[in-house]
């Protein structure tokens, strides 16, 4: 193994446990992939069977597009939860990490018609850039495949109706980033809108001013949050290094 790949089963791990530590995991379910450095079709992938804060960087499983075993053999793997990432993947070449979770307050938010309102600076992040895909049922077809993909597009997130949410990373740390963000204006719609009365938007033009300056000068997330992350995991949960 080399160094990088091990470096990659480490921020993978850790992100695993960071979603344990949010309350974002769901029993056994529910995947974050990452594309393994120097092998294109090859991606590494939690174990099936255990919990996101069990996941450690040993124990990750290194498979292919079609979900074939390549090493970690002892391990199983849930071929059809891997079936939406090996779209995304497949579809999206920028895309070094893809989370699927079924965060309950992304699923609210993607139940309600209008979906994710510009209610915050947290929701302006995805201003206009939030792409939504219709409920389908629990298997995914090659054909809803690629109307997912089609509706993704190259956006940075989507919400899965009825389903969970997703998001796509140039790297491990900013997929997360994006999702924490893509979490919190969900948490923020969902109480702004327990509180009765209509809630202010503000105007077209600053949404999409205040989207371009979150969005900077386009550099991948997470570069500054990633090293801050990681030291509370070594204070919480430090065998993901393992």
């Known amino acids: 193994m080399t160094d990088i790949e091990w470096q990659t089963r480490i921020n993978l791990a850790a992100c695993y446990r960071l979603c344990a530590l949010n ?3 769901d029993l056994v379910y529910t995947h974050i992939s990452a594309t393994v450095p120097g092998e294109p079709d090859h991606f590494l992938i939690n174990p099936f069977g255990l919990r996101f804060d069990e996941v450690c960087a040993s124990n990750l499983v290194k498979i292919d597009l079609q979900g074939n075993i390549v090493s970690g053999k002892h391990h199983k793997v849930n071929v059809s939860g ?10 999206r070449h920028d895309a070094v990490c893809v989370m699927h979770l079924h965060n309950s307050n992304g699923i609210a938010v993607g139940i309600q018609h209008q979906g994710l309102l510009p209610l915050s ?3 302006l992040r995805f201003y206009g850039q939030l792409a939504y895909h219709d409920y389908e049922g629990l298997a ?14 190259d956006k940075p997130a989507m919400l899965l109706r009825n389903h969970g949410t997703l998001t796509c990373g140039r790297s491990i740390a900013e997929a997360y980033v994006l999702m924490d963000t893509l979490d919190k204006a969900c948490t923020i719609q969902l109480k702004a809108q327990a509180g009765g009365g209509p809630p202010h938007q503000p105007a077209p033009e600053i949404c999409h001013k205040t989207y371009l300056e979150l969005l900077g000068d386009g550099a991948p997330e997470g570069i500054l949050e990633w090293p801050a992350l990681l030291r509370k995991l070594d204070q919480l949960s430090p ?4």
């Open 121 to 123: 600076q947290h929701a």
């Open 239 to 242: 065998g993901y290094t393992n």
């Open 140 to 153: 995914l077809s090659p054909q809803e495949q690629g109307r997912l993909t089609a509706a993704l597009g």
């Open 23 to 25: 309350g974002w995991d």
């Open 82 to 91: 891997f079936a939406i990432h090996a779209a995304v993947h497949a579809a």
